[in-house]
């Protein structure tokens, strides 16, 4: 099915049960807990493996002069030392494939350079240490400020990278009251608790891959592409993951080279990467370069607004950081310009991490929107309220739900917004000076392409199956709650089956439209199976109801085991895009209210109070989607105050590659945060009438934290984070 109308009254709308919304624990709980959930780096399926061990590049450009691995070889227990040189014939990276260890040329710092395998996980990286690789090391460009004036307009992605409306020159020129500047963002890494990992099995040219991937369908597909296979000829296996936040979207290098070595030894080839490796290996999200200028009336109506954004890539790389692209929708203006630019830069491949677009660039528009409601005199509330579109400015389609302003109206009224004081540095707690923010939050909404297969059988439970994953956002409990509630049998009667690609194809978990597009095929399929059902006991499709494991109609009753029978009914279900993303413009909207301290004698930051406002679709569990907006609030507190993956300018490596120096929010930087989810369903977005949690929360409260410590002590920080250094120098004059 194609989401071409918009959706009628369903089961899920009647929600008989009670299921659809209510806070189940995720039914995955006691196997995790208990250690028997399988993780990538777990399975034994295959018999005893041999281990692999990554030895990546120390030098940040240039090429490979010699590589002697002969030590290596030596080692007791060591199987294959495998390089460049080794390498079978593998597909090319422009028809989607995701070759490893292709020549001698090095790219950027942590490059996979050799692969070696042995009995052991210890023999292996003892054997790696021994390899000895030498180096023609080249200039490399690691900054992306040097590299921005040699920046290129990328190709067009999901959207074009840029757009224009009228003329935003000549009306910023003329407008009374404008904010024309710059902000910068770091590099970020994704830091998900599982690192990658791999156990590659071959059974004669059948290949199965126990990985840890986001989207296992497209993963297949590269995986074939690589090895010059028919997909059919790869299964994957991704059951269950340990975070992933974009770093598992894509094939990495130990899927490859873990495959390669089980096919030339004919062994099960296991690998994992290390937390220092990931950040090399695999992907980070790019910094950013922001110009952002507003243009508005004496009464704060936005007159234009320009939005460019600079980011950068390893060589041959498309992918870019949309910063601008949440901008072409958030708020009215006539004229409107808004691009994006990318530079090459010696560094790690950057792709997605969680909320691409949107997370850093609130983190520019949204402060530069408080910068103008200063200018103007204006409460940041009602400056957007001022600016509130009829429509998608650009697009003229009018959006599917917007709530933006009762998101904001919601939330300030509970956090107390009402008592913030205008001026910087007027509230005083001891040491602390305190003061309030808010932000606006914004992500686009998408459906993607899949499949699913439900079935009952003659003991009455309901088997669902699709190549979805679970990456730890409570995909097994909102689809179990699906199924149950459109075949009328509680939950645990309900077996959902995820992470094959011997299942359905499904669009996987990634840009939060995971639990839409997975859970509008299998909501498809269950209801193809009802009208199997029905039909098996004649009854009338208007007027049967499921409930208690039994079809009813009319005072007359069947179980669903005994319309199973012994061989079971089955039946398909899917869902695609279709003319509604069109004739609609999609979107989660959201309010951030942040209350922080800044300590006049260090410079210190703590955020104090947080309180976010969601309208976000239908709520399938209230529990699993609150988890949801708290992580998304926790990574835009890490972005706001800490996080930033720096790079040395002369070697290109990132400096600080581990846990211990690259920081995330802790526990004690984290005060309890309060979520509130506003009613509503969308029926232009799919038949369950929701919309992506996952990346909203992050949308938009960095931005507010930043505003809160301008309100509280006066300083306003556009290099992003905002840390105690860059307080200090300008706190005495405000304390």
Request: charged share 20%.
């Amino acid at each position: 099915m194609q989401m071409s109308s918009p959706a009628g009254r369903n089961p899920i709308d009647d929600n008989r049960q009670g299921l659809i919304g209510k806070p189940l624990d995720r039914v995955d709980g006691h196997l995790k807990v208990t250690g028997q959930a399988t993780y990538a780096y777990e399975y034994t399926e295959a018999g005893p493996p041999l281990y692999g061990f990554v030895v990546t590049s120390t030098t940040g450009k240039g090429r490979i002069r010699n590589i002697d691995s002969r030590a290596a070889e030596r080692l007791s227990g060591v199987k294959l030392v495998m390089t460049w040189r080794d390498m079978p014939q593998q597909g090319k990276k422009e028809v989607g494939a995701a070759p490893q260890l292709v020549d001698d040329k090095i790219l950027h710092f942590g490059q996979p350079v050799a692969l070696v395998v042995a009995e052991s996980f210890e023999a292996a990286r003892a054997g790696a240490a021994l390899v000895q690789v030498d180096y023609e090391p080249v200039h490399g460009v690691y900054d992306l400020a040097a590299a921005r004036p040699a920046a290129r307009m990328p190709r067009p992605g999901l959207q074009p990278p840029d757009s224009t409306l009228g003329d935003f020159d000549q009306a910023f020129a003329g407008a009374p009251v404008r904010v024309d500047q710059t902000w910068t963002t770091p590099h970020q890494s994704h830091a998900m608790m599982e690192p990658h990992a791999t156990l590659a099995v071959w059974h004669g040219d059948q290949l199965t891959l126990y990985t840890s991937n986001q989207m296992l369908t497209q993963a297949q597909a590269t995986i074939a592409h690589t090895f010059l296979v028919d997909p059919s000829q790869v299964r994957v296996v991704s059951r269950y993951i340990g975070g992933g936040f974009g770093a598992k979207l894509q094939v990495q290098a130990d899927a490859i080279l873990a495959a390669t070595a089980a096919r030339r030894l004919q062994r099960p080839v296991k690998l994992a990467l290390t937390r220092q490796q990931v950040f090399h290996v695999t992907t980070h999200r790019s910094a950013t370069i922001q110009r952002v200028r507003l243009a508005a009336d004496q009464h704060g109506h936005l007159l234009a607004i320009a939005h460019e954004s600079w980011s950068g890539n390893t060589e041959g790389e498309n992918s870019y950081e949309a910063a601008a692209t949440q901008t072409r929708a958030l708020y009215a203006a006539p004229d409107r310009k808004t691009a994006h630019r990318l530079s090459t830069l010696d560094l790690p491949v950057a792709a997605a991490m969680r909320a691409p677009g949107e997370a850093v660039g609130l983190l520019a528009l949204e402060c530069a929107m408080d910068e103008l409601a200063e200018k103007l005199g204006l409460d940041p509330v009602e400056l957007r309220r001022r600016n509130e579109p009829t429509q998608d400015p650009e697009r003229h389609v009018p959006y599917s739900v917007r709530q933006l302003i009762p998101c904001m109206d919601e939330g300030a009224r509970r956090f107390g917004w009402d008592r913030r004081k205008v001026k910087p540095g007027q509230v005083r707690d001891g040491r602390w000076l305190v003061g309030l923010g808010m932000a606006a939050a914004i992500r686009s909404n998408f459906l993607r392409p899949s499949h699913a297969l439900a079935r009952i059988d003659a003991d009455g439970v309901v088997t669902v199956k699709m190549a979805m994953t679970d990456i730890g956002t409570g995909s097994y409990t909102v689809f179990t709650q699906i199924a149950a509630e459109m075949l009328g049998v509680p939950p645990h009667r309900v077996k959902m089956l995820l992470g094959d690609t011997e299942f359905p194809a499904a669009a996987g978990s990634g840009g939060s439209f995971g639990a839409a597009s997975g859970g509008s095929a299998a909501f498809e399929a269950c209801e193809a199976l009802r009208q199997k059902l029905i039909a098996l006991a004649g009854y009338d499709p208007d007027k049967a109801i499921f409930a208690n494991g039994m079809v009813s109609d009319a005072g007359q009753s069947r179980s669903l085991a005994s319309l199973a029978g012994a061989e079971g009914v089955e039946a398909t279900g899917d869902i695609g895009p279709g003319e509604t993303g069109k004739a609609f413009s999609q979107h989660a909207f959201g309010a951030h209210f942040v209350e922080v301290g800044v300590d006049t004698d260090t410079g210190e930051i703590r955020v104090r109070r947080m309180l976010s406002v969601f309208a976000a679709g239908r709520i399938l569990n209230e529990k699993t989607a609150r988890s949801q907006a708290l992580g998304g609030m926790t990574f835009g507190i890490g972005a706001a105050l800490m996080e930033d993956a720096a790079p040395d300018l002369q070697t290109g490596v990132f400096s600080n590659h581990d846990l211990a120096q690259y920081h995330v929010p802790a526990h004690a930087d984290v005060p309890p945060l309060e979520v509130v989810f506003l009613p509503e369903v969308d029926d232009k977005a799919n038949p369950l009438k929701i919309k992506g949690i996952g990346e909203l929360g992050i949308c938009g409260a960095g931005a507010a934290v930043a505003n809160a410590v301008y309100n509280a002590c006066g300083v306003r920080v556009r290099d992003y984070p905002v840390t105690l250094d860059k307080l200090l120098p300008h706190l005495p004059a405000q304390a």
